[in-house]
């Protein structure tokens, strides 16, 4: 090595330092293969454990997700998650899409909407004939009004 008084020479700077760019390119290849790692990877906290699935896509986005508060809604907006667990038949973690209406219910909504639709339906028709019995009103004032000047 050098002394401090001695200039450096491309030999004896690659000699010195060969060990250290070695250990500075394994380094660096390490920090690549972990980054490519959690870019392609989801880790999944849920009721059960943890869970490593495979990423559908790769990106640094969404590598930690906690899905113990999710509920339906939620498992629908994160789709990427949630088809990376059904992917790996981890389906059964996910929360359970509401239950369909009964015909009961369904019938109920029905009733509701048809009885809104009658109500605007009445309500613009109660509208127009107020204002059409205005416009006759008027009507029947001028009339009167030119029976009486002549």
């Known amino acids: 090595m ?23 390119a394994l380094f660096v290849a390490l920090c690549a293969g972990i980054t490519f790692w959690f870019a392609s990877h989801h880790i999944v906290q849920t009721n059960k454990g943890l869970v490593v699935v495979p990423k559908l896509f790769v990106r640094l986005t969404g590598t930690y997700v ?8 939620d498992a ?18 996910l929360p359970q899409p509401p239950p369909e209406p009964s015909h009961v219910q369904q019938a109920a909504a029905t009733a509701r909407h ?7 339906i009445g309500t613009n028709v109660w ?8 416009e006759l009103q008027k009507d029947i004032k001028r009339d009167l009004n030119d029976i009486q000047s002549r």
């Open 127 to 134: 509208q127009r004939v107020r204002t059409r019995a205005s």
């Open 2 to 24: 050098p002394t401090a008084n001695e200039k450096y020479t491309c030999r004896s700077f690659c000699k010195v330092s060969l060990c250290c760019w070695t250990g500075l």
């Open 76 to 93: 629908v907006a994160r789709h990427d998650v949630s088809e990376a667990l059904v992917k790996a038949n981890h389906g059964d973690l």
């Open 66 to 73: 906690d899905i113990r508060p999710w509920k339906w809604e």
């Open 114 to 120: 048809i009885g809104q639709e009658a109500k605007r």
